[in-house]
């Protein structure tokens, strides 16, 4: 009988919170950004719930993307280059 290969139980393989946006095109010049410094992401819409939108000044849905936790850094260098209009409509989640 051959033994599994035992999996690793860091934190590398786990998938972080980078940002969220109510605006469409802020994520989508954001993904434009990651792409272009090859950095893997995954990004998620989900809709707001009506009596939480006041936190989100009446936004109905909230873009969420997440990155691997190892490739974090190089994901926050990619964020930077952003405009300052761009920048400020993130909110970034530190690690």
């Given amino acids: ?3 599994k290969p035992k999996v690793s139980k860091g934190v590398y393989n786990k998938d972080v919170v ?3 946006t109510t ?3 802020v994520s989508m010049r954001c993904a ?3 792409m272009a410094g090859s950095v893997p992401f ?3 819409w989900s809709t707001i719930p009506f009596y939480k939108r ?3 000044n009446g936004a109905k849905q909230l873009c969420t993307i997440s990155i691997n936790r190892g490739e974090y850094s190089k994901a926050r260098r990619a964020i930077d280059e952003l405009e300052e ?3 400020r409509r993130l ?3 530190l690690i």
């Fill in 18 to 20: 980078l940002c969220e």
């Fill in 23 to 25: 605006n469409r095109g």
């Fill in 54 to 56: 006041w936190a989100y």
């Fill in 1 to 3: 009988m051959v033994n």
């Fill in 85 to 87: 209009r761009d920048y």
């Fill in 91 to 93: 909110m970034l989640n």
């Fill in 42 to 44: 995954t990004s998620c």
């Fill in 32 to 34: 434009k950004t990651l």
